[in-house]
C-alpha cells in the first residue's frame, strides 16, 4: 500500500469546499484506493484540548479523551474521502458505527504518528458500507486505533428487518442539547459539515433542522464514564437516528453499555458497548 505523507494537517476549509463542489455525483464504482495518509511529528495543542474538553463535558486534563485522537487523524480522513481517486462523494456519506481501541492512556506531552487509510466495501441493504481505520502511534507502538463505518446510500434501498434496541434501563443523565451544539463542536473539531451548521444549510441534504456530531454524542456518552474507564479498552458505537437541534436526550449507561434516546419519544440516537482490556 503506497503511502502518502502529510507535511501539515490539511485545510479542511479547502477540503469541504472542494467536497462541496462535486456534490452528490453518482459514485465511480467501489474500489477503494490502495493508499494511506500519514503524518509524523504530530503535537497536542493544549489549548485546542482544553476546548475540546469543555464542548464535550470532559474535565480539563493532560489526558487525551479516548475520542480526542478522532480529531487528530480527522485532517488526513478528509483527505483521503476527497481526494480524486476516491470513488464515493463525501457529501452524502452517512457515519453509521464507530469502534475506538486504546492500548494505553495517551498524554498531551507526546508526539505522535497518524496513519489513514480505507478497506472492507461491502453490500448493505441501502447502498455500499466501507471502513475508515486510523491508527494513532507513539514510540513506534500502536497505542490507539479506529474504525470508521460509513455507508453510501443508493436511493431509499430495503428497509431493515431488525428489531428496534430495546433500553437498558432507566435513564441516568438527561441533558438539553443547545441549537448552536453543531456550530461549537465544528469549531473545535474542523468537521464543518453543513448539515451540522444551520437549519437552512441541513435542508438542503434533508434533515429539518441541523444535526448534532454523532462524534459529538459518542464523546459526551463517554465523558459520563469518565473516571471509570479502564487504562486500556474498546468502545463500539452504533449510530442510529440523527439528534435534531435542539433537543432532549436521556442516557442510560452500566458499567459495559450505554445508549442515548430522545427524552420524549424514546427514538434511539445510539448504541454503544465497553469492553475492558
Given at each position: 500500500?503506497?503511502?502518502?505523507e502529510l507535511d501539515r494537517d490539511p485545510n479542511l476549509t479547502t477540503l469541504f469546499a472542494k467536497a462541496a463542489l462535486r456534490g452528490l455525483r453518482p459514485s465511480s464504482g467501489d474500489t477503494l484506493p490502495d493508499s494511506a495518509y500519514a503524518r509524523i511529528g504530530v503535537r497536542v495543542d493544549r489549548d485546542h484540548l482544553a476546548a475540546y474538553d469543555r464542548v464535550c463535558g470532559y474535565r480539563l ?217
Amino acid at each position: 500500500m503506497a503511502t502518502v505523507e502529510l507535511d501539515r494537517d490539511p485545510n479542511l476549509t479547502t477540503l469541504f469546499a472542494k467536497a462541496a463542489l462535486r456534490g452528490l455525483r453518482p459514485s465511480s464504482g467501489d474500489t477503494l484506493p490502495d493508499s494511506a495518509y500519514a503524518r509524523i511529528g504530530v503535537r497536542v495543542d493544549r489549548d485546542h484540548l482544553a476546548a475540546y474538553d469543555r464542548v464535550c463535558g470532559y474535565r480539563l486534563s493532560d489526558e487525551l479523551p479516548v475520542t480526542y485522537p478522532h480529531l487528530l487523524v480527522f485532517g488526513a480522513q478528509m483527505a483521503l474521502l476527497t481526494a480524486d481517486g476516491f470513488p464515493f462523494p463525501l457529501i452524502g456519506l452517512v457515519h453509521v458505527a464507530n469502534r475506538i481501541t486504546w492500548h494505553r492512556p495517551l498524554l498531551a506531552d507526546e508526539t505522535y504518528v497518524l496513519r489513514v487509510h480505507a478497506e472492507n466495501p461491502r453490500p448493505h441493504d441501502r447502498g455500499t458500507q466501507f471502513d475508515v481505520v486510523s491508527e494513532t502511534l507513539a514510540d513506534g507502538d500502536v497505542v490507539w486505533q479506529e474504525t470508521s463505518t460509513y455507508l453510501r446510500r443508493h436511493g431509499d434501498g430495503a428497509k431493515s428487518d431488525r428489531p428496534p434496541a430495546r433500553p437498558v434501563g432507566a435513564p441516568t443523565a438527561v441533558w438539553r442539547v443547545p441549537d448552536d451544539i453543531g456550530r461549537r463542536y465544528a469549531d473545535v473539531s474542523g468537521d464543518h459539515n453543513p448539515i451540522h451548521l444551520h437549519a437552512l444549510t441541513a435542508r438542503l441534504f434533508g434533515f429539518r433542522r441541523a444535526i448534532a456530531h454523532g462524534m459529538w454524542s459518542l464523546s459526551r456518552c463517554l465523558a459520563y464514564h469518565e473516571g471509570r474507564l479502564p487504562d486500556a479498552g474498546t468502545v463500539d458505537v452504533a449510530f442510529k437516528l440523527p439528534i435534531l437541534l435542539p433537543a432532549t436526550v436521556a442516557l442510560t449507561a452500566t458499567d459495559d453499555a450505554f445508549e442515548l434516546r430522545d427524552q420524549r419519544t424514546g427514538k434511539p440516537h445510539l448504541a454503544g458497548s465497553l469492553i475492558r482490556s
